[in-house]
């Protein structure tokens, strides 16, 4: 009943949502990855409240996520950029974007190229270690002298 | 100022976002993933409080990320079940869970594990058409007569 679970040390899952903090915070990291480092320019780019904005960066820079940096050569200018730990969220929030083309249609949103190349980036998938795709039927938690997830006999989904 | 910009089409991962709706919702896609369908399961597993509950299923249930279904065969008993769409967002929930197990510390939680082989799952990434791990720095988004993300001269993060 408590929130408590949320923070368990067994689920993940749950510990990244809370580094991550909200829906707002992850949306900061995703404008961090193309390139915004002011606050007013997350407030325009976002149309997000000043007060949310003030909130969510504080807790992505104590969660280590971004960096706060003075960049001000003639007084204070405060820049946010995304630390290793940040920048290492790329894989999700690709994932997600992707996931949302697929299901709530691309439509004229940008395409994600392959600088290099030029090429569209394929879909994010979970791989095996030989290189194979797997589904979500095809993989299960392995603990020490224990496992959960989905059983053989399960339909999971 | 308002919040309309995160339904804004240009934004994937804002929409995304109101697909699933809340980080409660996450989780319960989470478990849903490792097999749970009842209401009791998902209370219990989560510790998550009944309204709340309530109401983030019948969102996921309306956003056709889960499906309800009446499985009882003396009375009313429902399951939720990972539509496609659900069952589709493995790659983030993976993805999520690695990152944080990267950055928090995997400690004793369970291993995901390739069933046929018994091998442990490779981080996910993001990957070129032809196969190259890419970085946040080799990759940009072009829209049609457009481009923005980060450009050559911008160290981004």
């Not at 961090?32 to 149309?47: P, S, Y």
């Not at 879909?123 to 299960?140: C, I, K, N, Q, Y």
Request: aromatic share 8%.
């Amino acid at each position: 009943m408590s929130r408590k679970r949320l923070a368990d040390d067994h689920c993940s899952v749950a510990r990244a949502l809370n580094d991550v903090g909200d829906w707002w915070s992850l949306l900061l990291v995703k404008e961090a990855m193309v390139g915004t480092r002011r606050f007013v320019d997350f407030q325009q780019n976002l149309g997000i409240a000043r007060n949310i904005l003030c909130d969510r960066l504080a807790r992505l820079v104590d969660n280590g996520v971004l960096s706060k940096r003075d960049v001000g050569e003639h007084g204070v200018r405060y820049e946010y950029r995304l630390t290793d730990k940040g920048r290492d969220l790329f894989a999700v929030v690709i994932a997600l974007r992707q996931w949302s083309d697929r299901w709530n249609g691309a439509g004229d949103t940008p395409t994600l190229v392959d600088r290099a190349q030029g090429r569209p980036v394929p879909p994010v998938t979970v791989h095996s270690a030989d290189g194979r795709a797997l589904s979500l039927r095809e993989v299960f938690y392995r603990a020490e002298g224990d496992t959960y997830g989905a059983d053989d006999d399960s339909e999971v989904g």
